[in-house]
């Protein structure tokens, strides 16, 4: 499968993903949302920041999930992958995700850039911060 991750751009976290900074996609629910039990190892996901074209590609080699989140739980998790998220300020994300209960950390390999291109997220919604769809040139424009 292959996988389209809508960014905020203003956490800046595309150019970490090229520099190996962030190692770590992570999504963080109240409720399980895509891509929860719907990635692995070998997918391919395509980020964007939201309102700009897809820029970089990079595989998937690992995925952890958890479920039942609590404060403390956050934290350790926050602790432990933290900086492999590209994440500076443990304690500000810790309270920004307290209120979930699930979590998916995707491990990425072999980051790119890739030539620039555009999406639609016509019938996926305009809230959509993820796709999987079985091959992203499905949705190019």
């Known amino acids: 499968?292959?996988?389209l991750a809508i960014l905020r751009k203003s956490w800046k976290l595309?150019?970490?993903i090229l520099s190996r900074e962030k190692k770590i996609e992570s999504r963080w629910y109240?409720?399980?949302s895509a891509p929860y039990n719907n990635i692995k190892k070998g997918?391919?996901?395509f980020f964007k920041n939201s309102g700009e074209p897809v820029t970089i590609k990079a595989e998937v080699s690992k995925v952890i999930q958890v479920s039942d989140?609590?404060?403390k739980k956050i934290k350790l998790l926050l602790n432990r992958y933290g900086k492999a998220l590209g994440i500076d300020?443990?304690?500000k994300f810790?309270?920004?995700f307290k209120d979930k209960r699930y979590v998916i950390l995707i491990f990425l390999k072999n980051p790119k850039s890739i030539k620039?291109?555009?999406i639609s997220k016509k019938g996926f919604g305009n809230m959509s911060a993820w796709i999987t769809i079985p091959n992203i040139r499905n949705i190019s424009e």
Request: hydrophobic letters at 35%.
């Open 43 to 45: 997918d391919m996901i």
């Open 89 to 91: 300020d443990i304690p």
């Open 1 to 3: 499968m292959q996988h």
């Open 30 to 32: 109240k409720n399980k």
């Open 14 to 16: 595309l150019p970490k």
């Open 69 to 71: 989140l609590n404060y």
């Open 116 to 118: 620039p291109f555009k």
């Open 94 to 96: 810790a309270r920004r």
